[in-house]
């Protein structure tokens, strides 16, 4: 008996164990479907296919490159061609060099040009106005010499031109500035003689006739 209830738990556990496990394998096979649905590997066609036209482009650029020549200089061939290029540009910068001073030394000519003629004409300037002074220094001291020997009463018209009036005018200016006494004894006689001209033409005409001289009254007027 105790045999066979040994033997029965025995049985019993194999059982249970067994059932386990194949209630794990069932759970299992259960959440496969689940399980590959969820970790499916996602479609990298789409991804690959750029990539290998990303790989084609690059392809096609390395072997454009290596076809280019430099890529097949030599280090030497390099060191030729480099120093060329710099030769080059330092032949360039000392062209552009040499062009700049020309044009530098061809302005600064221009400038000197220009002073040039700016004190030329400064000089020419300062020469007219010393000859311009100077022939109005001479007229003016030399115009009275000269209109003093002027034939024909020239003098009095040179004066009457000068002073801006008539003759008669330019005289009577003359006379007063040089004799101020004489000018009013001028200016009293012809005051005189004009308010008695009736009185003098009678005693005129008498002592023609007569031929002797003859005694007049005048009008003294009121000063």
């Not at 991804?47 to 076809?67: E, F, K, M, N, S």
Request: aromatic residues 4%; contains cysteine.
């Amino acid at each position: 008996m105790t045999g066979d209830a040994g033997g029965g738990g025995a049985a019993e556990r194999a059982f249970e164990d067994l059932r386990a496990e194949v209630s794990v394998l069932r759970r299992a096979l259960e959440a496969l479907p689940a399980h590959l649905r969820d970790n499916r590997p996602p479609d990298y066609s789409v991804d690959l296919a750029r990539i290998v036209h990303g790989l084609g482009t690059v392809a096609d650029r390395v072997q454009a490159l290596g076809q280019h020549p430099a890529v097949r200089m030599t280090p030497e061939q390099h060191g030729q061609a480099i120093a060329r290029e710099g030769g080059r540009l330092v032949r360039e910068a000392v062209t552009a060099l040499e062009e700049a001073k020309r044009d530098l030394v061809g302005e600064r000519e221009q400038l000197s040009g220009v002073i040039g003629v700016v004190r030329e004409r400064r000089r020419q300037r300062a020469w007219l106005w010393s000859v311009g002074v100077g022939a109005l220094v001479l007229g003016l001291v030399g115009s009275p010499l000269v209109a003093r020997v002027l034939p024909w009463g020239l003098d009095g018209q040179v004066a009457a031109l000068i002073m801006g009036r008539d003759r008669w005018q330019a005289g009577a200016v003359l006379m007063r500035s040089d004799s101020p006494e004489g000018w009013h004894g001028l200016v009293d006689a012809s005051r005189l003689v004009n308010a008695n001209q009736g009185v003098l033409a009678a005693c005129r005409e008498t002592a023609a006739k007569v031929r002797k001289e003859q005694r007049c009254t005048i009008t003294v007027p009121v000063p």
